[in-house]
């Protein structure tokens, strides 16, 4: 970008697009949006230039860099001649000069009052200053016509400066819901499970604010057999506070399996998984539930701009009480959801639906006084596949109910993480999902590589992460393990062939074998727990395992013969 960098590039652009990049969010926003809409075209030089001044700044430079952009100092840009600045931020300090600037939204338009950083007052986010609007440089791409409407009320000098563009994240979420599979296949959720992810946007009024203790006392009561949890947080929270203080202030919900969702990127086809969305006044939450996905309000701060879509959302949208089950809010909003709860919401956000993309690119390279590329205009691509986002649980309080006998045998199992066993009233949500039945218990289950050790000696049942190849060294594992830790009573190995092996405390081992999928050792295990308890026999056994409410499946039990000594 130097008055002699012409002497050092390879690529001779006819067009400088800047790109400033002031949080991480707006940074974000633009490199998702910007290859599809210059791909393949050499005509166009894209430069980023980082604005420092922004109370949320970390992790931007970060980001650029992996990323594999080319930064400049903001201050070299007053010292350049740029074609066109695309920003996602509204606020940043635009040095003089006569080019464009193009503002995309960063959310779903102007819906939210922020701390002005210039004033002690608020002002309405996405809104860019009126010095700039004055120059008639300034172009404010927006989703809708009411938020045209809405920009001119509270700013009149913005008359004649929108662009009706529609919603390329809108497009992508919703374009994306056939690969639902796939993403719940990538962050670890089963077929069977049911997805549960929470959205908090930023500040004193958001979900995490108004309840910190929301996602451990999820995962509390909701059998984890049944349900994952998962949490989007907005990247001001992250940037403000810190991955450290976040993962410190989850812990124990991290230990119980919360799928956290990384901060750029991950956040989208995590909400496009998602069976049923708890969040608040933020944008993640006008976009699931305008793209079909089952709502509960946990939060709605007074910051939240009245007439605006969000607003009409939480007119109609049920209300999470934190203080009440949390299960059966979750099973009732699910199953009293239709697809179209919300279309009226969605008419009111977006418009020009699948066809933000091609509005943005001819925007784009109009400003820039460029002939469009003779490809096809773009449209939205379905969402990369994410990381897996979870560490496994290494640790359960196990409910089991042995009801029947004789032929009719059937243990109900519900498995809860250990690491939020404290949170909230989780014993008596436990014994609320579980047949009413004299034979009941409760025991800790560990696996081989469960940190705390306190857990580890104080479990009734150990079972071991891998599956074994061979059953002898199924049996070597079992052995081994009930000399380590003499404080359990049985030990359990998965042998390939969806077989498990539960050793017991007095030298028996019982072959459990699943007449369904693959299951979990654990599971088989807690089987072979509550027949022990119960007094009941463990050779030839054929008992009805039900997975909470999940589903059932028939396992057999046969005692092995006991192995030879010596």
Same mark, same amino acid.
């Given at each position: 970008?130097?008055?002699?960098?012409?002497?050092?590039?390879?690529?001779?652009?006819?067009?400088?697009?800047?790109?400033?990049?002031?949080?991480?969010?707006?940074?974000?926003?633009?490199?998702?949006?910007?290859?599809?809409?210059?791909?393949?075209?050499?005509?166009?030089?894209?430069?980023?230039?980082?604005?420092?001044?922004?109370?949320?700044?970390?992790?931007?430079?970060?980001?650029?860099?992996?990323?594999?952009?080319?930064?400049?100092?903001?201050?070299?840009?007053?010292?350049?001649?740029?074609?066109?600045?695309?920003?996602?931020?509204? =606020?940043?300090?635009?040095?003089?000069?006569?080019?464009?600037?193009?503002?995309?939204?960063?959310?779903?338009?102007?819906?939210?009052?922020?701390?002005?950083?210039?004033?002690?007052?608020?002002?309405?986010?996405?809104?860019?200053?009126?010095?700039?609007?004055?120059?008639?440089?300034?172009?404010?791409?927006?989703?809708?016509?009411?938020?045209?409407?809405?920009?001119?009320?509270?700013?009149?000098?913005?008359?004649?400066?929108?662009?009706?563009? /529609?919603?390329?994240?809108?497009?992508?979420?919703?374009?994306?819901?056939?690969?639902?599979?796939?993403?719940?296949?990538?962050?670890?959720?089963?077929?069977?499970?049911?997805?549960?992810?929470?959205?908090?946007?930023?500040?004193?009024?958001?979900?995490?604010?108004?309840?910190?203790?929301?996602?451990?006392?999820?995962?509390?009561?909701?059998?984890?057999?049944?349900?994952? %949890?998962?949490?989007?947080?907005?990247? =001001?929270?992250?940037?403000?506070?810190?991955?450290?203080?976040?993962?410190?202030?989850?812990?124990?919900?991290?230990?119980?399996?919360?799928?956290?969702?990384?901060?750029?990127?991950?956040?989208?086809?995590?909400? #496009?998984?998602?069976?049923?969305?708890?969040?608040?006044?933020?944008?993640?939450?006008?976009?699931?539930?305008?793209?079909?996905?089952?709502?509960?309000?946990?939060?709605?701060?007074?910051?939240?701009?009245?007439?605006? !879509?969000?607003?009409?959302?939480?007119?109609?949208?049920?209300?999470?009480?934190?203080?009440?089950?949390?299960?059966?809010?979750?099973?009732?909003?699910?199953?009293?959801?239709?697809?179209?709860?919300?279309?009226?919401?969605?008419?009111? !956000?977006?418009?020009?639906? /699948?066809?933000?993309?091609?509005?943005?690119?001819?925007?784009?390279?109009?400003?820039?006084?460029?002939?469009?590329?003779?490809?096809?205009?773009?449209?939205?691509?379905?969402?990369?596949?994410?990381?897996?986002?979870?560490?496994? %649980?290494?640790?359960?309080? #196990?409910?089991?109910?042995?009801?029947?006998?004789?032929?009719?045998?059937?243990?109900?199992?519900?498995?809860?993480?250990?690491?939020?066993?404290?949170?909230?009233?989780? %014993?008596?949500?436990?014994?609320?999902?579980?047949?009413?039945?004299?034979?009941?218990?409760?025991?800790?289950?560990?696996?081989?590589?469960?940190?705390?050790?306190?857990?580890?000696?104080?479990?009734?049942?150990?079972?071991?992460?891998?599956?074994?190849?061979?059953?002898?060294?199924?049996?070597?594992?079992?052995?081994?393990?009930?000399?380590?830790?003499? /404080?359990?009573?049985?030990?359990?190995?998965?042998?390939?062939? =969806?077989?498990?092996?539960?050793?017991?405390?007095? /030298?028996?081992?019982?072959?459990?074998?699943?007449?369904?999928?693959?299951l979990d050792p654990g599971l088989p295990a807690a089987v072979v727990y509550a027949c022990l308890r119960a007094g009941l026999r463990l050779n030839g056994a054929l008992v009805t395992l039900r997975i909470g409410d999940l589903r059932d499946e028939d396992v057999i039990l046969r005692l092995r013969p006991a192995r030879p000594t010596g």
């Amino acid at each position: 970008m130097g008055h002699d960098a012409h002497r050092w590039s390879t690529f001779r652009g006819q067009r400088t697009l800047v790109v400033a990049a002031r949080t991480v969010t707006s940074t974000v926003r633009a490199l998702e949006t910007l290859p599809s809409l210059l791909r393949d075209d050499s005509r166009v030089t894209v430069v980023f230039a980082y604005d420092p001044t922004s109370a949320f700044n970390a992790g931007v430079l970060d980001l650029l860099r992996d990323t594999g952009c080319r930064v400049m100092p903001w201050e070299q840009l007053g010292h350049t001649a740029p074609d066109l600045i695309l920003s996602a931020s509204e =606020n940043i300090d635009v040095p003089e000069g006569d080019c464009p600037v193009l503002v995309l939204p960063h959310g779903v338009g102007f819906q939210k009052l922020v701390p002005d950083s210039r004033s002690p007052h608020d002002r309405l986010s996405g809104v860019v200053k009126d010095s700039l609007l004055e120059t008639g440089r300034a172009w404010l791409a927006v989703s809708h016509p009411a938020q045209e409407e809405q920009l001119l009320a509270a700013h009149p000098k913005a008359a004649g400066r929108t662009l009706l563009v /529609g919603d390329p994240c809108f497009d992508e979420l919703v374009g994306s819901r056939p690969h639902r599979e796939t993403y719940r296949e990538a962050m670890g959720v089963a077929e069977h499970q049911r997805l549960v992810m929470v959205s908090s946007t930023w500040g004193p009024t958001s979900l995490l604010a108004s309840h910190p203790e929301l996602l451990p006392r999820l995962l509390a009561q909701l059998p984890c057999d049944e349900y994952r %949890v998962g949490a989007i947080v907005h990247p =001001n929270v992250w940037s403000a506070h810190g991955a450290w203080q976040i993962r410190t202030l989850q812990a124990a919900a991290l230990d119980a399996g919360l799928l956290l969702m990384p901060t750029v990127h991950a956040w989208r086809p995590g909400l #496009v998984a998602a069976d049923v969305l708890i969040g608040d006044h933020g944008s993640v939450t006008l976009y699931g539930a305008s793209a079909g996905t089952p709502l509960l309000l946990a939060a709605f701060g007074r910051d939240a701009v009245p007439g605006t !879509a969000v607003h009409h959302l939480a007119a109609v949208a049920p209300r999470l009480n934190a203080h009440k089950d949390l299960r059966r809010q979750v099973e009732d909003v699910a199953r009293e959801h239709t697809p179209q709860r919300y279309a009226a919401v969605a008419e009111h !956000a977006f418009a020009e639906s /699948g066809h933000a993309l091609a509005r943005l690119r001819t925007a784009v390279y109009r400003l820039l006084k460029l002939s469009e590329p003779p490809s096809p205009p773009p449209s939205p691509l379905a969402l990369p596949v994410p990381d897996p986002p979870a560490s496994p %649980v290494t640790s359960w309080q #196990v409910s089991t109910s042995v009801t029947g006998d004789g032929e009719e045998l059937a243990v109900t199992v519900c498995r809860f993480p250990a690491a939020v066993s404290a949170h909230d009233a989780a %014993v008596s949500a436990h014994d609320a999902t579980l047949p009413r039945s004299p034979v009941s218990f409760t025991h800790l289950a560990c696996t081989d590589d469960e940190r705390d050790h306190r857990l580890a000696e104080s479990a009734s049942v150990l079972i071991r992460r891998r599956p074994a190849s061979t059953a002898i060294g199924a049996l070597r594992w079992i052995e081994d393990t009930l000399t380590r830790l003499p /404080g359990s009573l049985l030990a359990a190995s998965g042998v390939r062939g =969806n077989r498990c092996l539960v050793g017991l405390r007095d /030298g028996r081992t019982v072959e459990v074998t699943a007449t369904g999928p693959a299951l979990d050792p654990g599971l088989p295990a807690a089987v072979v727990y509550a027949c022990l308890r119960a007094g009941l026999r463990l050779n030839g056994a054929l008992v009805t395992l039900r997975i909470g409410d999940l589903r059932d499946e028939d396992v057999i039990l046969r005692l092995r013969p006991a192995r030879p000594t010596g």
